[in-house]
C-alpha cells in the first residue's frame, strides 16, 4: 500500500513540475506532418526468408497507409500489411509502439517505432499455419526527426537614448517535449544575456 501510495505522490510532483514550467516558445508538431513523411517516402515493402520443417522459402511484404497517431502521453504506429507467402495471400492490419523524445544535445525531436508486429503465416498441408510474429521495426533504423527550440538563438539590437547601442542574446533553455491528442509539444524557456 505504501507503494502505491509514494508511486501516486511521485507521479502527481512530476505532473505539478511539469505544468510549473514556463513555456515561453512552444514548437507544435502536428500529427499530419508526421504522416506526411510516410507519403512521401513512398512505397514501404520487403522481402524476406522463412524456413520451417525443411520447407524453405520467401514471403513478401507491402505496408499500406502507414501513420503514427499521437494521444495524451503515447503515440501508436497502425497500418495494413499485405503479405504473400508462397500460394498463401492476405491483409491484416498492425497495431505498434512509437517512442518519442528530445535530446538536447542534437536539438532533435526523435519519433522512433519501436514495434510493428505482423503474422507470417504459410500454406502447411493446406491449411494455414502462423510461424511467428515479423517486428517491421528493423526496417525503420532511422528515426523520424524534426528540429527542436534551440536553434531559435538571436541577438536583438535596440538604440538606447544616448544613442549607443544594446546587445542583447536570446536563448532557449530547459526544453522538454509532450505527447498530446494528434500533437508533439516541443517547450523552451527564453533566457536573455546582455552582449555588452
Not at 61 to 69: A, C, D
Not at 120 to 128: D, P, R, V, Y
Not at 181 to 187: D, H, L, N, S, T
Request: charged share 20%; hydrophobic share 45%.
Amino acid at each position: 500500500m505504501q507503494k502505491k501510495l509514494l508511486f501516486i505522490v511521485l507521479i502527481f510532483i512530476q505532473f505539478i513540475q511539469l505544468n510549473a514550467q514556463t513555456r515561453d516558445v512552444t514548437i507544435i508538431i502536428h500529427e499530419n506532418s508526421i504522416n506526411k513523411l510516410f507519403i512521401n517516402i513512398g512505397e514501404i515493402k520487403g522481402t524476406s526468408e522463412y524456413s520451417f520443417m525443411l520447407i524453405d522459402g520467401t514471403y513478401d511484404w507491402q505496408l499500406m497507409n502507414p501513420q503514427i497517431k499521437l494521444h495524451q502521453n503515447k503515440a501508436d504506429f497502425i497500418a495494413d500489411v499485405k503479405v504473400t507467402a508462397g500460394k498463401l495471400s492476405y491483409k491484416t492490419k498492425i497495431s505498434g509502439k512509437v517512442e518519442i523524445c528530445y535530446e538536447p544535445t542534437t536539438n532533435l525531436v526523435y519519433i522512433e517505432i519501436t514495434e510493428a508486429l505482423f503474422p507470417l503465416n504459410i500454406l502447411f498441408f493446406g491449411k494455414e499455419k502462423h510461424l511467428w510474429d515479423v517486428n517491421l521495426k528493423k526496417y525503420f533504423p532511422t528515426p523520424f526527426t524534426f528540429e527542436g527550440p534551440l536553434s531559435m538563438g538571436t541577438e536583438m539590437l535596440f538604440t538606447m537614448p544616448d544613442n549607443s547601442i544594446k546587445k542583447i542574446y536570446a536563448y532557449p533553455v530547459n526544453c522538454g517535449v509532450k505527447v498530446a491528442e494528434k500533437q508533439i509539444i516541443v517547450f523552451a524557456e527564453m533566457d536573455f544575456i546582455s552582449r555588452q
